[in-house]
């Protein structure tokens, strides 16, 4: 055989040279992932302080809080009465415990080595420290679809991608945090246990899935994408006693220790949601039981059977599933799960759902915002799996399909499709660079025909060393051509020369770094501002810093009796509870429809309807959020339509929303607001004294563009108790009963009346005319 062209010479090393020193690589090049992944997730600390971001957060760290304090066993057992007051909550049996006993594990660990870190830090840095583990995870489980470079090539891609970032920065204390780890290590370990049939792997894997399932809701989404693939195998004809191993060994593992989170109980048995898995479950032992049989009975006659066999399973597990989901013993589809198929079900029969705006339908710009270059890398990657299709291939295709679909339904679900964009497009960049970075050149088409006519004399063993040579390409899948071979085979297809390579190389790093600094630009300008602590720039570029939530929070702990109960949306239940530690009478929970209606009833009714609902809860403080003076728009007025779609869908005779939209459809708050709008506690709570700020201008809400009436509301039932120095958070106190008996808007405008200054009453005698000094 003729030595093939090289476009560039290869230093003359030996293939175990070679092999050590590329695994030396790929260790300092997942240290340096590793180390990017969490830097890039700090620029909250870096430019605010360590802080819990968002919302839910902030009950997670109040939980662990206590985890850390006072035990697991007290965790487990506790019942918060701040919570949803009157009614309390049982949180032990209300969350997955999964996030809290992670970071209690790491704060006990840390004390046990004489490391005092405090719980808050811990909780802040946690999601930072999982994505290194994430991009670890993502590496192993690409190396599985095809080599070790489209593994680090993954592993750098989620380590940045803004997909991931969106919830796993620092202070981002969410399921999510830890979540994504586990999701890509438990499909990692699913893959081995597949490939290689080992119970070992397939426990592995079932451990793994309890973690999951103890630290995410999203766990439903392994649930069935394993199952999933193991009956899109089946129906290609690739049932194997590996898949069969893997997959046994998994679900059995995998759902009992389930089972013991004491949120999930049952439901892996008694839900529709979980009924995939165990209907794969007993389909794979039909299909095993039907290869045995299959090797003892004639073909003919094995038909027959199936055939019979088939159609009356079918009958029997249609007729057992109807009879259980009418008895009740299977629970049917949830709403969550008709949203999902259909995006308008939420918005028609699930208000509190369709409230959240994690929840809408996914824009294309957020695709490229959260993805960038990776979204047309990933069909590439997915395609290029197509043409091999080996059986974890498929799992790739079917993770693709599923991801794309769900994350175009709702915005949060971009978290799930962000894993499979960088392994796919991974693939196919790692494909390309096989090409172009390759040294050897195709053969010349003489050369070829030379080479060929030199084959044709080796007879039969030409034949043979054909075989022997796909039996070695193979096994050599995992190794690219200068990794593992001193002299390079001549090939047929290729790339001449070494400008091609020099230019293709080169735009694909310019490719890249743009990349990276879309994501840096993206994680440091949209992701890292936490909601609790707003920031303008200056003029001078400088960055100002708007605290009025935490500002507010403190005014009711330092101003409040511990037992008063605080009534806002309840977006703002987990900060009140963890800043203030104050009851609150919704939170973000949202397990009571009716009770967060109740909140959207006081806000959308007339203060003299709203005062006895408040005095039957014993509220003792309002709190809304107003960003008409900064242009604020995650307000309580841009909100305000959720909150009278909820409470209309509890009292549609008392709150409508037509009454708070104009006889054109539109929804104003300037001099042609309804009635209803202008009367209600929302809108009286918002601007009440805003005009004063404007000193006799125009009345301006900044964040709506609509300019106000010159005379605000008044209030009646509420006195103002404190607005914060931007006017973002307006707190009012509830007036206790008349003592003489009387409502309070007769009361004030009685005590109006006594304080109005009392004219000289005109005379009607003519002035005297003055003396003259004559």
Known sequence: MATPKLAYQLPPLSSATVENTASLFRIIA??????TAIASRLFAVITYESVIHEFDPWFNYRATKLLASKGFYEFWNWFDPTAWYPLGRVVGGTIYPGLMATSGVIYNVLRAVNLPVDIRNICVLLAPGFS????WATYMFTCEMKDKSAGLLAASFIAIAPGYISRSVAGSYDNEAIAIFLLMFTFYLWIKAMKEGSAFFGTLAGLFYFYMVAAWGGYAFITNMIPLHVFVLILMGRFNYKMYVGYCSWYAIGTLASMQVPFVGFQPVKTSEHMAALGIFGLLQLVAFAELVRSHVASRQFQVLLRSAVGLLAVIGVALGALMTAKGWIAPWTGRFYSLWDVEYAKKYIPIIASVSEHQPTAWPSFFMDLHVLMFLFPVGVFLLFKEMRDEHVFVIIYAVVGSYFAGVMVRLMLTLTPVVCVAAAIALSTLLDVYVDPVEPVEQGEATAGSSDNSTTGTTGSVGKKAGKKAADASTDSTPSA???TPAAKKAGIFGLDTRILTVANVILLLSFFVYHCTWVTSNAYSSP?????????????????????????????TAPDSVICSWWDYGYQIAGMADRPTLVDNNTWN???????GKIMGSPEEKAYPILRKHDVEYVLVIFGGLLAYSGDDLNKFLWMIRIAQGIWPDEIQEKNYFTPRGEYKLDHDATPAMRESVMYKASYYRFAEMFQGHAVQDRARGQTLPSVGPTLDYLDEAFTSENWIVRIYQVKKDDILGRDHKSANAFMDGKKRKRL???SHRKPLPKKSNE
Do not use: C, M
Request: aromatic content about 8%.
């Open 30 to 35: 997942l240290s340096l992932i590793s180390a």
């Open 132 to 135: 290194a583990l994430t991009a």
């Open 484 to 486: 593992t071979q001193t």
């Open 531 to 559: 909601s609790v602590i707003l920031s303008s720039k200056n003029r001078d570029g400088s960055l100002h810093i708007i605290d009025d939530f935490r500002e507010a929070y403190y005014w009711l702990r330092q101003n």
């Open 593 to 599: 429809n009716t009770h967060i209606a109740t909140v």
């Open 760 to 762: 000289r009453p005109t």
